[in-house]
């Protein structure tokens, strides 16, 4: 059973040095991972921050960075972080990171795969 998910973020982590990293891995979330959240501090203040300490236990790594947490989360651009909630979506609740798309100009439908690879390739 594969537990492990490669992604490719849209614009890409920046760490304090200015490196960009944007290929990481996700695991496939437990119920601790779910549960662990709702016992924070800073969700309990602000629920809408239940993402990013999610996010940030499930989260293996992003480029060279191996420890990801929360305050790394914290520091992504808001479209990766929307990747990254819908990405969390699709393998733990679908199971897969394949979605359905139509091309707007000729109106083939065709599958893509969130977790990244090359322009042009599904």
Wanted: charged share 25%; glycine share 10%.
């Amino acid at each position: 059973m594969r537990t492990e998910f490669e992604f490719e973020l849209p614009r890409g982590y920046v760490d304090e040095s200015g490196t960009v990293h944007r290929h990481g891995a996700m695991r496939l979330a437990t119920a601790r991972d779910e549960l662990l959240p709702l016992a924070d501090l800073r969700v309990k203040e602000n629920p809408a921050y239940l993402s990013v300490v999610l996010l940030g236990l499930v989260i293996t790594r992003i480029g060279t960075v191996t420890d990801v947490h929360g305050g790394v989360v914290e520091k992504f651009f808001a479209s990766d972080l929307a990747f990254l909630q819908d990405f969390y979506r699709r393998i733990n609740a679908e199971g897969h990171t394949r979605a359905a798309v139509t091309c707007p100009e000729c109106d083939s439908s065709f599958e893509v795969d969130l977790a990244g690879g090359r322009l042009g390739e599904s």
